[in-house]
């Protein structure tokens, strides 16, 4: 048992050093992560997150109309272009949230406040919700946009989740922005 | 004569990287570093000397030198700290936690053990301490690295070089000593090649890395500073826009 500890963390310490080897691009500074993150959220407020998006993407009554009063061949091709649909919305959530992660983290490690246990909360929910995109992706790929409905939702709902606790981290990184949200001409400059 | 020449691969690598050092001043950057590359290349040609004139004495030698390079090599780790994590004083903050975190568990594994089985020792023998010393040293540098990867830190030629070379070095050694331990003198003629043949693999990485100097890079803390309190604010109204479609979009 412990030799097969010692060879794992061995194993473990050369997986690592190659990854860091290999690494061409770290997080870049301030502006760029800002531009992303930016990207991220927009793509995301504009077409990927609205309830009518979803709602539409997933809706069972177009595809029960289609099926129900369709020729074979146009039920087909409905569900192969819904299907793309779907792939398409889970893959853009799955770029954005690697694209806020990404900001996240090129802003807190500079902050010597930082906190240890909202950071281990955070990159959790960040895998949790990359994990989940996944495996939404192979559901889809394996039954369509019919078949993982529940797992949309409870995708949204950790998306919620994540958006509080960063909401949450990034409030001791600087307590004056508090004011500038009421005070400051900034406020006027949010991309929604 | 292949353990030889192993050998002297690693002495030459060893006076090589010295000397690119004169050429371009970089003890001064990297003292810790230097001094474990100086212990390393002093031991091995007082081993050499040993193995040929006083081989009855080869063993004592070896197992005393080894200890000493074991130690100075932590300064590699303290090299690791100092010039990639110090300007992040954020991940700075999570790699000591790590630090301190495995330090403590280390230590409290010693004692619980102690305590709980009367008579138990960490190590038996020269090679499982080396191993278990090993392990802590192993455990330590994962644990930077780890919060180098997750906080994509950049680092440049030189100490990526450093952590590639000391890491490969490490985990070989662990588990060649993993494996030594467990299977006693079955593996001793493979352990006598791994050892120094991943020495070598270290040396010739950093002989490579620290041909010349390259700084790692400095991320602009100061433009940082100026922007970031326009640019939290902004994030901040960003993450609860996103949060009120979320909603919506969860509970239409």
């Known amino acids: ?192 | 004569m292949r353990t030889q020449a192993i050998w002297w691969v690693g002495i030459f690598l060893d006076g090589l990287i010295l000397f690119r050092s004169c050429c371009w001043k970089m003890r001064s950057e990297y003292p810790f570093f230097y001094s474990y590359v100086v212990a390393t290349f002093l031991t091995s040609g007082l081993l050499f000397l040993v193995y040929r004139f006083l081989p009855s004495d080869y063993q004592y030698f070896y197992w005393t030198t080894d200890f000493v390079t074991l130690v100075v090599g932590c300064g590699v780790m303290l090299e690791i700290v100092k010039h990639a994590l110090d300007p992040y004083a954020g991940a700075e903050r999570f790699g000591r936690w790590a630090v301190v975190t495995v330090f403590a568990a280390t230590f409290a594994y010693v004692c619980l053990r102690e305590l709980i089985v009367p008579g138990w020792s960490p190590a038996v023998s020269t090679v499982e301490l080396e191993r278990d010393l090993r392990l802590v040293q192993a455990l330590i540098l994962f644990a930077l690295l780890f919060v180098i990867f997750h906080y994509r830190i950049a680092l440049g030629r030189n100490l990526k070089g450093m952590v590639v070379g000391y890491g490969i070095y490490v985990a070989a050694s662990l588990m060649s000593l993993a494996l030594r331990s467990y299977s006693g003198s079955i593996l001793d003629a493979a352990w006598k090649i791994i050892q120094p043949f991943s020495y070598d693999a270290a040396v010739a990485i950093w002989a490579i890395a620290l041909w010349s100097y390259s700084p790692n890079p400095i991320p602009n803390a100061a433009a940082l500073a100026n922007d970031y309190e326009s640019l939290v604010s902004r994030t901040r109204g960003m993450l609860g826009a996103m949060r009120s479609i979320l909603e919506k979009g969860v509970r239409p």
């Open chain 1, 1 to 192: 048992m412990h030799l097969i500890l010692f060879l794992l963390l061995g194993a473990g310490l050369l997986v690592l050093l190659f990854l860091i080897a290999r690494r061409a691009r770290p997080v870049a500074g301030s502006a760029q992560s800002l531009r992303e993150a930016r990207q991220a959220l927009s793509a995301l407020q504009e077409w990927a997150l609205p309830s009518g998006v979803l709602e539409r993407v997933f809706a069972k009554q177009d595809m029960a109309y289609v099926l129900s009063s369709t020729p074979p061949d146009v039920q087909r091709l409905f569900l192969q272009e819904r299907r793309k649909v779907a792939f398409l919305w889970v893959c853009q959530v799955h770029k954005s949230v690697g694209l806020l992660r990404n900001f996240h983290l090129s802003q807190a490690r500079f902050y010597e406040r930082l906190s240890l246990g909202t950071e281990i909360e955070l990159a959790f929910s960040f895998a949790a919700l990359l994990f989940a995109c996944r495996v939404l992706q192979v559901a889809l790929y394996a039954g369509g946009s019919s078949a993982a409905p529940w797992m949309i939702e409870k995708t949204a709902e950790a998306v919620t989740r994540l958006c509080q606790v960063s909401e949450k981290s990034l409030e001791f990184l600087s307590p004056a922005p508090e004011k500038a949200i009421v005070d400051g001409p900034a406020s006027g400059n949010f991309p929604v």
